[in-house]
């Protein structure tokens, strides 16, 4: 059971529908009822023959009070949660156990939901349609570097892929995800942001020392400076590999800045007002911009890619110091390290639920997301 499953234990969502009352009859009128998620076990204790060929990990029981269940007519629906005013859906009704020699839901034991979050990569796709590019995983690699019309096709396995590049004293450093092989892809004085381009090949880096950021292939080859104009308090960057642009935070004039990946001469100042920037990170697939802002405390904004709508996600004391943040494609949330919890945690920025993915860590400081795996770098070490 991972941390988000035991943060929805005992919390109390909203069933609807047209089942069977408690009459067992049919009435036409649309009833609701309240039901708590219970840890699997109790499930599975309450009655191992009827749940236990039926649960699977990406399923959950909840039940109410005595006779106060989902009912014969009511699968399909769902089960909402109310979050800061906002009703989001969690679970869909998937199975009801039966009355011993009837056809007949027994209202005494859980009701059993197919959880919606095991599905949002297949939801976010099937609502993107063609008119977006469908999520990776679901992806087979393009033959091509262009996209076909369908948006179907993962162009980072146009690419090599399956390693990490880790930003050293004085080189990037490209390691293999299974640790055999590391490879100095670039050397330089100093690194601060770090990101790619995975529709590309490339990866960019700011060097505030020499005042540029600068990008490289995979490989190392084809060195450039990407800017040099006005980039001395340049520190972190992020890549919209969807959209062609590149997002950094300037420290010293305490702005939000973006320019296009294809020509570095097109950019602007994106945010400016009230902000002392540290750290950047942007979701391509939502179209969705986050920073830490140590402007009149801490704290972390999100906002559009244009800059509209910005909103504070997380302030103190959810968070005590924001050294890192990123988006994590495989479930869309923003994870960030906080040294001072010495953990890593993530916010799905919709719901707003907060997960702890790491803890107990020592100096935690910079880290990197798959979707299967965290790795962090260790400043005492």
């Not at 699977?56 to 769902?78: E, I, L, Q």
């Not at 950019?267 to 391509?284: G, H, K, M, Q, S």
Request: charged share 25%; proline share 3%.
């Amino acid at each position: 059971m991972g941390d988000d499953d035991r943060q929805l234990v005992g919390q109390t969502g909203t069933i609807v529908g047209f089942g069977l009352n408690e009459h067992d009859e049919l009435t036409g009128m649309l009833q609701k009822a309240e039901l708590t998620v219970v840890d699997v076990y109790a499930c599975l204790d309450n009655d191992r023959e009827a749940y236990g060929r039926v649960l699977t990990r990406n399923m959950y029981c909840a039940g109410g009070r005595a006779n106060v269940s989902g009912c014969n007519g009511d699968s399909g629906g769902g089960m909402f949660f109310d979050r800061n005013g906002t009703w989001y859906i969690r679970g869909i009704i998937s199975f009801i156990a039966m009355r011993p020699n009837a056809m007949l839901c027994d209202s005494s034991k859980y009701t059993v939901f197919t959880d919606v979050r095991g599905y949002s990569g297949w939801i976010m796709e099937s609502i993107l349609g063609s008119s977006a590019i469908k999520r990776p995983w679901y992806q087979t690699p393009c033959k091509g570097k262009t996209v076909p019309k369908d948006g179907t096709c993962n162009v980072a396995h146009l690419f090599d892929f399956n390693f990490l590049l880790v930003g050293n004293v004085d080189k990037i450093v490209r390691v293999a995800w299974n640790g055999e092989y590391n490879i100095a892809v670039s050397a330089t004085s100093v690194v601060q942001g770090l990101d790619h381009d995975c529709a590309e090949g490339h990866f960019y880096w700011s060097n505030p020392y020499t005042n540029q950021i600068l990008s490289a292939k995979y490989d190392g080859t084809d060195q450039k400076v990407f800017s040099e104009e006005n980039m001395k308090g340049s520190d972190d960057l992020a890549v919209d590999w969807i959209s062609r642009r590149l997002y950094w935070v300037d420290k010293t004039k305490k702005t939000i800045n973006v320019a296009s990946l294809e020509n570095p001469n097109v950019r602007t100042v994106l945010i400016y007002e009230n902000l002392y920037p540290w750290t950047i990170a942007v979701d391509p697939l939502r179209s969705k911009l986050y920073w830490a802002n140590w402007f009149d405390g801490e704290k972390i904004e999100w906002s559009n890619l244009d800059g509209t709508e910005r909103q504070t996600l997380l302030s103190f004391p959810q968070i005590l110091y924001d050294r890192s943040i990123k988006v994590s494609t495989a479930t869309g949330e923003l994870c960030y390290v906080d040294p001072r919890k010495m953990q890593i945690e993530c916010i799905d920025p919709f719901n707003k639920q907060i997960r702890t993915i790491a803890s107990n860590l020592t100096l935690p400081d910079r880290f990197a997301l798959t979707d299967d795996l965290i790795y962090w770098t260790n400043l005492r070490s």
